[in-house]
């Protein structure tokens, strides 16, 4: 349980990481709906939802419900805990059924740069899958072949995650993401 806690912890953390790495340029990207807040209490109600999610019976279905505030928390808690971390000030923001990730880098460079990207989740093989729709660095956008390989990381991230979890549903509200699924037998 623990383990697999830290890799879905990781894979969350990869996917700001390794989005907003890949890309280096100035500018000044805008998360949709403005900044989110964060806290403490926000970044532990991820964890206390991961707990019960994988402790359930192997055959039980599970929902977790995430808000922007929730997990931009764990991100920014969880990136404060890395030395030298390249990305500050996370921001993930739910939205017209897309994950908006924004995020400053920082140790890459010169300058610091603020960078987003814009995701679509959903459900392939039991899998959660996210594909990298743009990157923004500022006004400018990434080329496509980046955002393949983008997509291609992240979802091995993923995979490795899920080994235990059967997902069936990923749904993106209005500041909230809604994953449906099972613990495999």
Do not use: W
């Amino acid at each position: 349980m623990d383990k697999n806690r830290r890799q879905l912890a990781f894979s969350l953390s990869l996917l700001v990481a390794l989005t907003i790495v890949a890309c280096t340029t100035a500018g000044s990207a805008t998360l949709p709906g403005g900044p989110v807040e964060v806290s403490p209490e926000a970044a532990q109600r991820v964890e206390a939802k991961l707990v019960k999610a994988l402790t359930l019976d192997p055959s039980a279905q599970f929902i977790l419900r995430f808000t922007d505030e929730e997990v931009t928390s764990y991100l920014a808690i969880k990136l404060e805990e890395t030395t030298e971390t390249p990305i500050t000030d996370p921001q993930v923001r739910f939205t017209k059924g897309k994950i908006y990730i924004a995020g400053k880098l920082t140790n890459v460079g010169p300058v610091q740069v603020r960078a987003m990207i814009v995701a679509a989740p959903h459900v392939t093989d039991d899998q959660l899958v996210i594909d990298i729709e743009s990157v923004y660095l500022g006004p400018i956008s990434a080329p496509n072949a980046l955002l393949d390989s983008l997509s291609q990381t992240i979802d091995e991230a993923f995979e490795e995650a899920q080994v235990k979890l059967k997902i069936t549903q990923v749904e993106v509200f209005e500041s909230e993401i809604v994953i449906v699924g099972e613990k495999r037998l």
